[in-house]
């Protein structure tokens, strides 16, 4: 499994394409435009945050939003070229910034050659998930060809992938729609990478099913926590704690075992600071993303507390994938001071937890470290004050960290 290093990470997650303002299409004929200094140039505000790794959305050559791949080996060239990719590694480790490298394995772009030669019929079939005469296609996207991964072939080319580019430099890789995915592919592959690369970490991307189950079988160090996030804006809407006190005891479950990507928002959801009702309770989302184990990902702009409402049509993601304006002066304290005590306390990346004073608008949950470590996030969506054992009363709509 990955190395140490995982307990020590804040990602900050970027969706490159969309950050640095690329076009929506890549032609036929699209040369290369030297767009990925401009990420760059915000690495310095990754740092001042008090995040440590970058986690990168979709960089290979694609047809579309980045999870069309047709080139695996290849720099989108809307965001430049294998000099730009390279410069931004060198920048990112002249900080200590890990990179996540986002991986898009359950299905390729119909352009991908192998995938088109399947298709067309000049090629082997074997690249491509059959159904009679019809390829799978993912979720019913026609641009999506799901790929077969019983293949030999397919499980060496993802091996092959996954370790050119982190000889190149990253440190993990992110799996999208690894729920789609049979785990025993995982299982197959990343025992090979590893082989090479044994600190590498790597995370599935799971919205639904058995988590524990999952990282088992497949061999994978952690999974997308989407548990957790949907009940952390759920209860803070609904008021109702309960159901993130419900979460909670899952999430204890299977932190015991491996360490999942906790966040509150990403590429592909409304942004936080759209999605709950009450702005009063934006800080009660961020203070638990970090208060609570596991390995926190903050979605760029959610800091700066950016809108944005995730719609189901064509360019419906575009809201949540905004391009970045040069560097602010500042802003993020919020984010930036929550950092700090994750920093301070950094036991808190696999704490032991529980709740206490549990009402619908109440709660104290307790974390605990392996060498007697206690805190306590008191969170009160009330509107009288919440009064916890002997510290101060947390005023209305308001949270506290507190010695447990």
Same mark, same amino acid.
């Given at each position: 499994m990955s190395g140490d290093w995982v307990r020590h990470v804040i990602w900050w997650h970027v969706y490159p394409l969309g950050f640095v303002g690329a076009e929506p299409e890549a032609g036929p004929g699209t040369g290369v435009t030297h767009r990925l200094g401009h990420l760059t140039e915000w690495l310095d505000h990754l740092i001042g945050l008090g995040c440590n790794g970058l986690a990168l959305g979709p960089v290979f050559a694609s047809g579309t939003h980045g999870y069309d791949t047709v080139d695996y080996l290849r720099v989108d060239p809307r =965001?430049?070229?294998?000099?730009?990719?390279?410069?931004?590694?060198?920048?990112?480790?002249? #900080?200590?910034?890990?990179?996540?490298?986002?991986?898009?394995?359950?299905?390729?772009?119909?352009?991908?050659?192998?995938?088109?030669?399947?298709?067309?019929?000049?090629?082997?079939?074997?690249?491509?998930?059959?159904?009679?005469?019809?390829?799978?296609?993912?979720?019913?996207?026609?641009?999506?060809?799901?790929?077969?991964?019983?293949?030999?072939?397919?499980?060496?080319?993802?091996?092959?992938?996954?370790?050119?580019?982190?000889? #190149?430099?990253?440190?993990?890789?992110?799996?999208?729609?690894?729920?789609?995915?049979? *785990?025993?592919?995982?299982?197959?592959?990343?025992? #090979?990478?590893?082989?090479?690369? *044994?600190?590498?970490?790597?995370?599935?991307?799971?919205?639904?099913?058995?988590?524990?189950?999952?990282?088992?079988?497949?061999?994978?160090?952690?999974? %997308?926590?989407?548990?957790l996030w949907k009940a952390v804006w759920s209860s803070l809407n609904d008021r109702n704690l309960f159901? =993130?006190?419900?979460?909670?005891? #899952?999430?204890?479950?299977? %932190?015991?075992?491996? =360490?999942?990507? %906790?966040?509150?928002?990403?590429?592909?959801? %409304?942004?936080?600071a759209s999605r709950l009702t009450d702005p009063r309770h934006r800080g009660h989302a961020a203070a638990l993303l970090f208060f609570l184990p596991g390995v926190p990902s903050v979605y760029y702009g959610d800091e700066f507390g950016y809108q944005g409402v995730k719609e189901d049509r064509p360019g419906g993601d575009d809201a949540v994938r905004p391009a970045m304006p040069p560097v602010p002066a500042g802003g993020g304290e919020e984010y930036q001071r929550l950092i700090g005590i994750r920093r301070r306390d950094s036991w808190l990346t696999s704490a032991r937890i529980s709740t206490d004073g549990l009402t619908n608008e109440t709660v104290a949950i307790i974390a605990?470290?392996?060498?007697?470590?206690?805190?306590?996030? =008191?969170?009160?969506?009330?509107?009288?004050?919440?009064?916890?054992?002997?510290?101060? *009363?947390? *005023?209305?709509?308001?949270?506290?960290?507190?010695?447990?």
């Open positions: =965001l430049g070229d294998d000099g730009d990719f390279d410069a931004l590694v060198a920048a990112c480790r002249e #900080r200590g910034i890990r990179i996540l490298l986002d991986g898009v394995f359950n299905h390729a772009g119909r352009e991908f050659p192998p995938v088109r030669a399947a298709l067309d019929g000049s090629g082997p079939r074997e690249w491509v998930r059959w159904s009679g005469e019809y390829p799978y296609l993912f979720e019913g996207h026609d641009r999506l060809i799901t790929l077969d991964h019983t293949s030999p072939v397919v499980r060496d080319f993802v091996v092959d992938v996954m370790c050119h580019w982190l000889e #190149r430099g990253a440190d993990g890789w992110r799996l999208d729609a690894a729920y789609a995915v049979d *785990p025993e592919f995982w299982a197959a592959v990343l025992p #090979r990478v590893r082989e090479r690369f *044994p600190e590498a970490w790597f995370v599935g991307e799971m919205i639904h099913g058995d988590y524990g189950d999952y990282v088992k079988r497949s061999s994978l160090d952690a999974v %997308t926590q989407y548990e159901e =993130l006190a419900w979460a909670l005891d #899952r999430h204890r479950a299977w %932190t015991a075992d491996f =360490l999942p990507l %906790t966040f509150l928002g990403n590429h592909d959801v %409304t942004r936080i605990e470290g392996p060498a007697g470590q206690r805190l306590a996030l =008191l969170l009160n969506l009330a509107d009288k004050p919440f009064g916890y054992g002997h510290h101060d *009363p947390v *005023p209305p709509h308001s949270w506290a960290i507190v010695p447990g």
